[in-house]
């Protein structure tokens, strides 16, 4: 079994201790960062064979000593524990989902199934235990529990033999797209659901005979439903899941139709445990904030949207920030919109035309009654139905957000993180394009993106994207937004490798995390503009970037996610998706997502 890479290894395959990239041209050159003294030594960029291999940091400095790191591979897709496989994709009936050949469907990101492959896996501690719950980025998601084991004296972790165990999401009407996640204040694993379905191109394309779109990233969910067409809404996805882990070690899922509706890149719940932010991956998306009425209980709230109000166009832009209150509902009063006789495998679920009167509008304007909104699905004239303003609210999120007056011009805005010791939450911006610019598509003029919208961000365009701090009250309440300078990245012509974004910067900024207790923001790359995705460490003292992890050829780094005190030691979790996909003669292994951490560090306060 696929298990793990030991520190051993993992110096095998950095090949040396390497260097800190950042500003400096030192091949020795470290920084120092935070009130706990944290350094990581650096790697530089792959190169020849080092282009096809995971490489990591192999030393950290904490409080003046240093340790041995390494990379410590927990599970890969394929994997059998338990006789289950992981990231093995099953239906509403919870049967093994397969492909026309008649082999099992497994969400690995290089085969025939729809989708990236593995995503977020977060670690839980409890009842004196540690779990990790993995989900899947394919159309149709998949969940798995396990147990983990930890060496008392090394800090080693390793997954528990027989201990794996699929999690239905059958109550949920299965999963979609599981993207990035959080381990909650409360230690449950919070999931996503990323891009989801236009209903209102639903319902306009579907073939009446067959229930089919033509389009394969909806068709493709047939297959949770046995292929029964009849069965499948896009209602149904583009939630937030919950996994809690209840006294007797079962996974427990929920989806939480509070949060709303929308392309869930990452819910991020807030130190007060009742606020939480919430990133729309897409082009014409908005950024949300949702406010829980009972700590650590996300069935009930009231949902926001935010507005930009531009303070700034230079070097990403800047923005005081005000918050559109949206709706407040319950997962009870919104599940009954969704599926009011209760029967998962009985499709009655709404239509987008029973909650929205639409009309032709133009030239960005619209008749007398609707109002003009440019979101994903670009210029549209829209009325909500009399009674409908829940539905619309929570079920056509970004839509609703935008009739309401809230910013719907955000691209592809990925991952989210907090400093409670600065009061800054960072989000991910991957691109700066489009509706982030003004009336213009990569710096020429192009109207789709702002006609009858807002048009309230208007900044340079710039592909290789930046991550931006918003400053957060004492309420959890972020009132300012602004790219970071030294995390903007910068274009370059392609050099002979490929790479469009400089090297020494970062590139398609994709998920982060901040390590509690320093001054590092931790930012992963999901980009083609590298020819190798990094993790990066940033210090928010001394600005520099420090390369801690590169991925092999194609694949992605996803949802790094720090845990500061497990028993002692420090870890970050990280998933390398689809690796080696377009490599001829990768063996199988080699194409395997996997899910492991980097750490076993002592000593971080």
């Known amino acids: 079994m696929k298990n793990y890479i030991s520190v051993a290894a993992s110096v095998a395959i950095a090949g040396a201790i390497l260097a800190s990239c950042g500003s400096s041209s030192s091949d020795d050159t470290t920084t120092t960062t935070g009130s706990s003294d944290v350094t990581f030594t650096g790697i530089s960029t792959p190169t020849g064979d080092e282009q096809k291999e995971f490489r990591t940091s192999t030393e950290v400095n904490v409080g003046g000593e240093s340790q041995s790191i390494g990379f410590t591979k927990l599970m890969a897709t394929g994997d059998v524990n338990n006789n289950e496989t992981f990231g093995l994709v099953k239906d509403y009936m919870d049967d093994v989902i397969t492909f026309e050949d008649g082999s099992p469907y497994i969400c690995n990101g290089t085969n025939d199934g729809v989708g990236s492959g593995l995503d977020f896996s977060s670690i839980l501690q ?20 396990s147990e983990l084991e930890q060496d008392a004296t090394t800090g080693r972790l390793s997954v528990k033999p027989n201990s794996l165990a699929f999690v239905s999401q059958k109550e949920g009407f299965g999963g979609f797209v599981h993207c990035a996640g959080q381990t909650t204040p409360w230690n449950s694993h919070l999931g996503s659901e990323e891009y989801e379905s236009d209903a209102r191109v ?26 029964d067409a009849s069965k499948l809404s896009p209602y149904y996805y583009g939630w937030t899941p919950e996994v809690t882990i209840d006294a007797n070690g079962n996974a427990v899922y929920t989806k939480h139709y509070t949060l709303g509706r929308f392309s869930h890149e990452l819910s991020y719940v807030m130190p007060d445990k009742k606020t939480v932010y919430m990133s729309d991956d897409g082009e014409n998306v908005a950024i949300f904030k949702f406010i829980a009425d009972k700590e650590e209980d996300l069935s009930a709230g009231t949902l926001y949207a935010a507005k930009w109000n531009q303070t700034s166009s230079a070097n990403g832009g800047a923005a005081n920030i005000s918050w559109v209150k949206l709706g407040s509902s319950t997962n009870t009063a919104l599940e009954k919109i969704i599926n009011p006789d209760g029967d998962i495998a009985t499709n009655d679920a709404p239509k987008f035309t029973d909650i929205f009167e639409s009309a032709q509008g133009t030239d960005g304007s619209c008749p007398t009654g609707y109002t003009s909104i440019n979101t994903s699905a670009y210029h549209e004239c829209l009325k909500v139905k009399s009674g409908m303003e829940s539905a619309a609210a929570f079920l056509e999120s970004r839509r609703y957000a935008g009739m309401m007056g809230a910013t719907t011009e955000f691209r592809k805005m990925e991952g989210i993180t907090y400093s409670p010791a600065n009061k800054k939450l960072f989000i991910a911006m991957s691109a700066l ?4 610019e003004d009336n213009k598509k990569e710096n020429e003029a192009n109207t789709k993106y702002d006609e009858g919208g807002n048009n309230d961000i208007k900044v340079d365009y710039n592909y290789c994207g930046a991550v931006y701090e918003l400053d957060v009250d004492d309420n959890m309440n972020a009132s300012t937004m602004s790219a970071i300078p030294s995390l903007i990245g910068e274009m370059i012509d392609k050099d002979a490798d490929g790479n469009s974004c400089h090297l020494d910067k970062i590139s398609n900024p994709d998920n982060v995390t901040f390590l509690e207790g320093t001054n ?7 980009t083609s503009k590298h020819i190798n995705n990094v993790v990066w460490s940033y210090n928010l003292e001394s600005k520099e970037l420090v390369r801690v992890i590169t991925t092999p050829l194609d694949a992605e780094t996803t949802s790094p996610f720090w845990y500061k005190n497990i028993n002692g030691f420090s870890y970050m979790t990280v998933v390398t998706q689809h690796p080696m996909k377009k490599v001829d003669g990768a063996t199988t292994e080699q194409r395997e997502s996997f899910v492991g951490v980097i750490g076993n560090i002592q000593g971080i306060k």
């Open 202 to 227: 639903v319902e306009a394309e579907t073939n009446a005979s067959t229930g089919l779109t033509g389009n394969k990233y909806y068709d493709e969910t047939v297959k949770f439903w046995k292929g």
């Open 433 to 436: 394009e489009r509706g982030m």
């Open 126 to 145: 409890k009842n004196g235990k540690l779990y990790m719950v993995s989900q899947f980025e394919c159309q149709v998601g998949a969940m798995y529990k």
């Open 520 to 526: 590092l923001l931790f930012v992963g790359e999901d």
